[in-house]
């Protein structure tokens, strides 16, 4: 993802990245899309910069479609990301805080909002792994600080023409999903997850956290406020 953002970043206005998954056809996702004004988000994502306060921390930063217009507005951002070609681009485009480095290996900072934006609640991995990201996020939040996360609810990929849910029940949860980008020679291989509404406040809560629900968008994305109790 990091080539292919800089590539664009440097001119290169095709630049896309090959997407295949285990739950849905192969498609591309182009770099322009990671540069997205103010003007060009959806709702969801316009809401949840209208709703950040004090020092945010961008988990997922990418290209900074939400760090810079948070910035922009005066507030202290700091932006994260595991690629460097991404964290390359969020300084070259005026990030002033801008690191390379895992969302769990933030130590010693406190914050008043963390964004998990773009589906960022699946950050983790699996269930456990969300759990995981609840209790490192309760140590970086400031007391009266929250999480503002969203997620997409995607059984309906698994709906068949008579109604049905081609699901296997003793199968891990139906919004784990296996990923493999491609670009040019780079080739990356990982596991995201999905969850639906009920699986968030469910985990939520056993995590001690409050969660509430604020805007679901047409194509089932959810943007949740996440509050340690």
Excluded at 46 to 51: K, R, T, W, Y
Excluded at 60 to 78: I, K, N, T
Excluded at 119 to 126: C, E, K, P, Q, Y
Aim: negative net charge.
């Amino acid at each position: 993802m990091g080539h292919c953002l800089l590539d664009f970043f440097n001119g290169n206005e095709e630049a896309k990245v090959r997407v295949r998954s285990n739950f849905d056809e192969e498609d591309y996702l182009p770099a322009s899309y990671l540069f997205r004004s103010l003007e060009e988000l959806p709702p969801l994502e316009e809401l949840a910069l209208s709703l950040s306060q004090g020092r945010i921390l961008d988990a997922g930063a990418c290209a900074g479609v939400h760090a810079l217009p948070l910035q922009e507005r005066g507030f202290d951002v700091c932006a994260i990301d595991v690629s460097e070609g991404a964290v390359s681009v969020l300084k070259q485009r005026g990030v002033k805080d801008a690191r390379l480095m895992n969302f769990f290996d933030l130590e010693k900072e406190q914050f008043d909002t963390i964004l998990l934006l773009m589906n960022g609640l699946g950050m983790g991995s699996s269930e456990e792994g969300f759990c995981d990201l609840l209790a490192k996020a309760r140590t970086l939040l400031r007391p009266g600080g929250f999480i503002l996360g969203d997620s997409s609810d995607i059984l309906s990929a698994y709906l068949q023409e008579d109604g049905s849910l081609a699901l296997d029940l003793n199968a891990e949860y139906h919004g784990i999903t296996h990923y493999e980008l491609s670009y040019k020679e780079q080739f990356q291989a990982f596991q995201w997850v999905y969850f639906d509404l009920e699986k968030v406040e469910t985990l939520s809560q056993k995590e001690s956290f409050r969660c509430e629900h604020l805007f679901t968008a047409e194509d089932d994305t959810f943007l949740v406020k996440l509050s340690p109790l």
